[in-house]
């Protein structure tokens, strides 16, 4: 089974903020590495560190969201707005087509009228 890849996405960026916690509460928080277990300053520590990063990174997401929303209902009321431009410029067109066409009509209707009185004319002389 494929995973998709925005499925993808979001667990590589998930993993890269994991990493940069990891990494900035460890720097932050254990200084003495001379044992292999954390004491229990350091282990408050870790547990804090990382509680006010996920709060942050909520925080972050919440208030992306929010900006994402605005951001995102400006663009669909400009492309509205874009289309109704559109749309009456289309219909300006479309009328101006129309008169276009009308006017092609009686230029055809004279032409062709043109072309029988010419035929009639040759017709004539050949008599």
Do not use: P
């Not at 995973?3 to 460890?26: G, H, P, V, W």
């Not at 559109?86 to 032409?111: C, K, L, P, R, W």
């Amino acid at each position: 089974m494929q995973m998709d890849k925005s499925a993808i996405r979001n667990f590589k960026d998930f993993l890269q903020m994991y990493n940069r916690m990891t990494e900035m509460c460890f720097s932050r928080c254990v200084d003495n590495i001379n044992s292999r277990k954390l004491d229990d300053q350091e282990i408050e520590c870790v547990e804090d560190c990382s509680m006010k990063f996920v709060k942050y990174n909520n925080r972050l997401m919440q208030n992306f969201v929010v900006a994402q929303q605005e951001v995102v209902s400006k663009r669909v009321a400009e492309v509205e707005a874009q289309q109704q431009l559109q749309n009456e410029s289309n219909g300006q067109q479309q009328s101006a087509g129309v008169t276009d066409m009308s006017a092609m009509a009686e230029i055809e209707t004279s032409d062709a009228s043109q072309n029988q009185i010419e035929t009639a004319k040759s017709e004539m002389v050949w008599r």
